[in-house]
């Protein structure tokens, strides 16, 4: 049996930053679900949420040896993870719109009208929630999908537990505001 | 003491993720008994919640992902390792004699363009001072005999000292 698989996080991220590479994989392994899953409902495209995955655990890789034990790993790790998808939309900020249209139409047209309704449905949603700011949306996220309680969030965004409520409150006002007259309109 | 709809709403928002006080709970719950614009809002954001749900077939990268990541570590330490070649303490004076360099060689141009563009310096091309001395005696002929102009060319050939 693999000696790195009984590893607490904390270990592996040491041998990591000694570099080994066997336990960096071993770590990556473990994290690489979660840290996907969070990119991909960040920027809510594949290719780039697996970009982003890459540029993260990149990071993990470079910076393990910054690790001082202060907070657990996984609040380290959700903190780098967070900083990077905030970096990355603050640089794509003046990049012209994604186009997430070309993938979905060749489903789309290849699939029956249910399937291109869902696909439609999923192109107004993305839309509007890559309209909410930034931390809003990574706030939402944190809450309603990484199931990370007020208290986590403050602790990964570097922010208090009031402004994690407040960013939470207005992710859901501007969401609302913004599907409303989509769902109006029988659009959703 | 009544709750106000904007209070109301930031308190659904807590209470979808179990953050209310029993207290504050009974309270919200009597204004939205009372108040059927929240209980929409709070149908909205069971709603929206429900609308934004990620499909769990997209929550697991390719199975190439370990290997990118590798080539791209591998990438960056080849890098690393090239600049290693060239230590930290030696950095500074690498700077210095580049710019030291940099002045050297301005300084030679310098020199050379000067050579290239001064009329007066042995060697220099005749044609162009004819041309000038040309230039000059023809620019002035016609001028009015107390114009500029005149006074210039009178002091070019030497009747002004």
């Given at each position: 049996?693999?000696?790195?698989?009984?590893?607490?996080?904390?270990?592996?991220?040491?041998?990591?930053?000694?570099?080994?590479?066997?336990?960096?994989?071993?770590?990556?392994?473990?994290?690489q679900?979660?840290?996907?899953?969070?990119?991909?409902?960040?920027?809510?495209?594949?290719?780039d949420?697996?970009?982003?995955?890459?540029?993260?655990?990149?990071?993990?890789?470079?910076y393990?040896?910054?690790?001082?034990?202060?907070?657990a790993f996984?609040?380290?790790?959700?903190?780098?993870?967070?900083?990077?998808?905030?970096?990355d939309?603050?640089?794509?900020?003046n990049?012209?719109?994604?186009?997430?249209?070309?993938?979905?139409?060749?489903?789309?047209?290849?699939?029956?009208?249910?399937?291109?309704?869902?696909?439609?449905?999923?192109?107004?949603?993305?839309?509007?929630?890559?309209?909410?700011?930034?931390?809003?949306k990574?706030a939402?996220?944190?809450?309603?999908f990484?199931?990370?309680?007020?208290?986590?969030?403050?602790?990964?965004?570097?922010?208090?537990?009031?402004?994690v409520?407040?960013?939470?409150?207005?992710a859901?006002?501007?969401?609302?505001?913004?599907?409303?007259p989509?769902?109006?309109?029988?659009e959703? | 003491m009544?709750?106000?709809?904007?209070?109301?709403?930031?308190?659904?928002?807590?209470?979808?993720?179990?953050r209310?006080?029993?207290?504050?709970?009974e309270?919200?719950?009597?204004?939205?008994?009372?108040?059927p614009?929240?209980?929409?809002?709070?149908?909205?954001?069971?709603?929206?919640?429900?609308?934004?749900k990620?499909?769990?077939?997209?929550?697991?990268?390719?199975?190439?992902?370990?290997a990118?990541?590798?080539?791209?570590?591998?990438?960056?330490?080849?890098r690393?390792?090239?600049?290693?070649?060239y230590?930290?303490?030696?950095r500074?004076?690498?700077l210095?004699?580049?710019?030291?360099?940099?002045?050297?060689?301005?300084?030679?141009?310098?020199?050379?363009?000067?050579?290239?563009?001064d009329?007066?310096?042995p060697?220099?091309?005749?044609?162009?001072?004819?041309?000038?001395?040309?230039?000059?005696?023809?620019?002035?002929?016609?001028?009015?005999?107390?114009?500029?102009?005149?006074?210039?060319?009178r002091?070019?050939?030497?009747?002004?000292?």
């Open positions: 049996m693999d000696e790195n698989a009984e590893k607490a996080d904390d270990e592996l991220l040491a041998l990591t930053a000694a570099g080994d590479e066997v336990a960096f994989c071993e770590l990556v392994g473990r994290y679900g979660k840290v996907f899953g969070l990119a991909y409902r960040y920027v809510r495209d594949r290719q949420a697996e970009e982003l995955a890459q540029e993260i655990f990149f990071k993990v890789w470079k393990a040896r910054t690790f001082k034990g202060r907070s996984g609040t380290w790790l959700y903190r780098l993870a967070v900083n990077t998808c905030l970096n939309r603050q640089k794509k900020k990049d012209p719109e994604p186009l997430p249209l070309l993938g979905d139409f060749a489903t789309a047209t290849a699939a029956v009208g249910t399937e291109i309704l869902i696909q439609e449905r999923r192109i107004l949603v993305n839309k509007a929630l890559n309209a909410l700011p930034a931390r809003q990574m939402l996220i944190l809450a309603n990484e199931g990370k309680s007020y208290e986590e969030i403050a602790a990964i965004m570097e922010i208090s537990v009031a402004a409520e407040t960013l939470l409150f207005r859901r006002q501007n969401l609302a505001v913004f599907l409303r989509l769902k109006n309109k029988g959703l | 009544k709750m106000r709809c904007k209070k109301a709403r930031k308190n659904i928002s807590l209470a979808i993720d179990s209310l006080q029993p207290t504050v709970l309270r919200l719950q009597a204004h939205m008994r009372a108040c614009a929240c209980r929409n809002w709070q149908d909205e954001q069971f709603w929206l919640l429900d609308l934004i990620t499909p769990q077939a997209l929550q697991q990268p390719s199975p190439a992902f370990y990118v990541l590798q080539d791209k570590i591998n990438e960056s330490q080849a690393k390792r090239l600049f290693a070649l230590p930290t303490s030696l500074p004076a690498m210095r004699a580049a710019i030291f360099l940099l002045f050297v060689f301005s300084a030679l141009f310098g020199i050379f363009l000067g050579g290239r563009l009329t007066a310096a060697g220099a091309d005749a044609s162009l001072s004819a041309f000038s001395q040309a230039l000059n005696l023809e620019t002035f002929a016609d001028l009015p005999a107390d114009s500029f102009g005149a006074v210039y060319e002091l070019l050939q030497g009747e002004l000292r």
